[in-house]
């Protein structure tokens, strides 16, 4: 290994732990009260090395968007390859539900808690493509649904479809996430939970035929 490999590989280290102190810090207080210099304390490291990296406090938090969303992102990419929208949205449901409950802190970042939200000029991805965003991919995916004639004629709005799903999905992965340790709550196992939510919502929206 070179030195610039060595260095590359070092900052790419740092970069790293100064990402997963931010997003720690993000999601356990608001986000006016989270400085640079505590997320670099937190990390092991001064201020000028954050700033060194990220520049602002707006931009650590949009490389914690970039990686984060992107995770989700490419857990989507899995799916994409399944023919039948109905039964892609299915499996992208499950796939949401699981990336959220093994990246808890991921998720309550991206979907729990309060944040500068890039402009559509600063974000490294097409927040329209959903070659590269997740809310366009799945869309995408209730739009071909749609135009296949799979759902009720009332139920064209993709965008409204995609909501309702995804605020199924965001419930439940919520209250997992928030009172899964509740012992007074006799939760059922979070997995076989989102099997039957997602069912029965799609269920609800497809022709009867269906």
């Not at 640079?36 to 954050?50: C, E, F, N, Q």
């Not at 650590?60 to 390859?81: N, S, T, V």
């Not at 409950?101 to 970042?109: A, G, L, S, V």
């Not at 739009?143 to 009332?154: K, N, P, Q, V, Y």
Request: glycine share 6%; hydrophobic share 40%; with cysteine.
């Amino acid at each position: 290994m070179t030195v610039e490999q060595r260095r590359e590989q070092e900052r790419a280290r740092v970069r790293e732990a100064l990402i997963d102190a931010g997003r720690a810090m993000f999601v356990s207080r608001p986000y006016d009260e989270v400085t640079l210099r505590a997320v670099a304390k937190k990390a092991g490291y001064s201020a000028p090395t954050i700033l060194n990296h990220f520049g602002s406090k707006e931009g650590l938090i949009f490389a914690i968007c970039e990686l984060d969303y992107g995770a989700l992102r490419a857990r989507f990419e899995r799916i994409a390859k399944v023919a039948d929208p109905v039964e892609r949205l299915r499996k992208l449901g499950m796939a949401y539900v699981e990336f959220a409950m093994e990246n808890p802190h991921h998720y309550r970042f991206m979907f729990m808690s309060e944040h500068p939200i890039p402009d559509p000029g600063q974000y490294p991805i097409d927040r329209n493509n959903p070659d590269q965003d997740a809310y366009a991919f799945f869309r995408a995916t209730v739009a071909e649904a749609i135009a296949a004639g799979r759902f009720r004629d009332e139920y064209d709005d993709p965008d409204m479809i995609a909501q309702v799903l995804w605020s199924g999905g965001h419930g439940l992965v919520s209250l997992h996430l928030t009172k899964g340790n509740d012992p007074c709550l006799p939760f059922r196992p979070v997995k076989a939970t989102a099997d039957v939510l997602t069912d029965a919502t799609l269920r609800g929206l497809l022709k009867e035929e269906e």
